[in-house]
């Protein structure tokens, strides 16, 4: 597709703390400037938007058991699963909260300001799960039915066009669901998709064949963005409240990184070939763990997940146990004190994850239900063993410790080190 033309667009706005709650749980939120460039390598042109980063005190158990929900759903599918009843650069600030980056997006004219999950496993743009959708002029409703399945939460509704505001990005005509129904999304009002675009399809009812453009590429075509390129960047957290991420649509941000990006391929192993799909190797300390095989990036995991057969690998070689009460690996001081790196190989360039960037942070063991002099390890269990297509996820807890770069435009994805890749913050 030739590139548009794209004038500067720069607007800044001071960062805030969205206040949200998460069912029952009590919720701390820390806010999170994330911008979106408007050249394909850096600029200095962002249009800020408000994130904060939730932790939910109900137990990491509860984040295990959602994410596993998820995992499920991603491998069962080769693309979203639909309701049988289907009828029934430019930047923008989020939310992260532990299990999903929260993004305040406006819809219609005048908008109304929706607090949706920023996906990279899902291409769906949906909202009313908590604050219901207000129709105005540039409000089109359609002939489709919408629904998705997300393992862990669903909706299904009615699919609208209409104005879609990002910071000051005004993206026309672009499509939404709005949810008639919808579960597990308490706390938020739905999703902003920025997954592959052959995710939406089998999405909309009975135009069961058709692709909807995401918000990524439509400020592509309309112009705004020079490059359908997403790249996060956020730091490991040990406070409840701190600023800490930028979130950048249509190029990079060169000050967030250190050194070059590497750049892979997707794959084309399925399932994960159908999502921001990659082959990587892991080794703990020089033990290869998981040979080269595919998997997923996904800002909506919140653990790093790895086949069985390598978690059993892992958790002997760092002694570690799994603790009952958070769902997670729990080990001893003197065996931190002898933790390994563990090394990802990815596009021919390696990636540490030191000692300290595998534990959870600390200060937060009491804040999801840990205990305070414990450690608590981020690695867990897929669930299946390796070959299978679908044999890790590099979720949240990994990607706070590098700079990831989500390329439409050149089917490839993205990482470089940053700062706080070796920081010992934990």
């Known amino acids: 597709m030739q590139r548009p033309s794209s004038p500067p667009v720069s607007v800044l706005s001071p960062p805030q703390v969205a206040v949200m709650t998460f069912g029952s749980s009590f919720l701390a939120l820390l806010t999170l400037a994330l911008t979106v460039a408007a050249t394909p390598i850096a600029s200095s042109s962002f249009v800020s938007l408000p994130f904060a980063k939730v932790v939910n005190t109900t137990g990491t158990a509860n984040i295990v058991q959602k994410d596993l929900a998820r995992i499920r759903a991603l491998k069962e599918r080769t ?11 430019v930047s923008v600030p989020i939310t992260n909260e532990l299990v999903s980056y929260i993004a305040s997006v406006g819809v219609g004219s005048p908008a109304t300001t929706y607090d949706l999950i920023v996906d990279t496993g899902s291409s769906n743009t949906w909202v009313g799960a908590g604050t219901k959708y207000k129709t105005t002029s540039t409000s089109v409703k359609t002939s489709n039915s919408v629904s998705v399945e997300y393992g862990s939460g669903s909706f299904s509704g009615t699919e609208y066009t209409d ?15 709005v949810a008639s129904r919808s579960s597990g999304f308490d706390g938020v009002d739905g999703i902003l998709g920025i997954g592959p675009l052959d995710l939406t399809q089998g999405t909309l009812s009975p135009a069961t064949e058709s692709t909807i453009p995401t918000v990524t590429e439509n400020a592509f075509t309309q112009g705004f963005i020079p490059s359908e390129v997403v790249a996060v960047s956020f730091e490991p957290t040990t406070s409840e409240e701190s600023q800490n991420g930028e979130l950048t649509f249509g190029g990079t941000d060169s000050s967030k990184f250190t050194g070059s990006i590497t750049y892979t391929s997707l794959t084309t192993t399925e399932p994960a070939s159908f999502y921001w799909g990659i082959n990587e190797s892991i080794e703990y300390g020089t033990t290869s ?134 920081a010992t913050s934990n």
């Open 79 to 89: 693309r979203p699963v639909v309701f049988e009843d289907a009828a029934s650069a």
């Open 163 to 177: 104005t879609v505001t990002i910071g000051s990005l005004v993206i026309t005509g672009q499509s939404i669901g």
């Open 289 to 422: 763990i998981l040979s080269t095989t595919a998997g997923i990036v996904d800002t909506g995991t919140t653990l790093l997940y790895i086949a069985s057969d390598a978690f059993s690998k892992y958790e002997k070689a760092t002694g570690a146990t799994l603790d009952d009460e958070t769902g997670l690996l729990k080990i001893s001081s003197a065996n931190f004190a002898k933790l390994q790196n563990l090394v990802f190989t990815i596009g021919g360039e390696t990636f540490t994850l030191t000692p300290n960037a595998q534990i959870w942070p600390r200060s937060l063991n009491t804040a999801i239900g840990g205990s305070a002099s414990s450690i608590y390890l981020i690695v867990n269990n897929i669930g299946t063993p390796s070959g299978e297509g679908f044999d890790f996820i590099d979720g949240q807890v990994f990607l706070e410790r590098f700079y990831a770069v989500f390329d439409t435009s050149n089917n490839r994805f993205g990482l470089a080190t940053t700062s706080f890749t070796t």
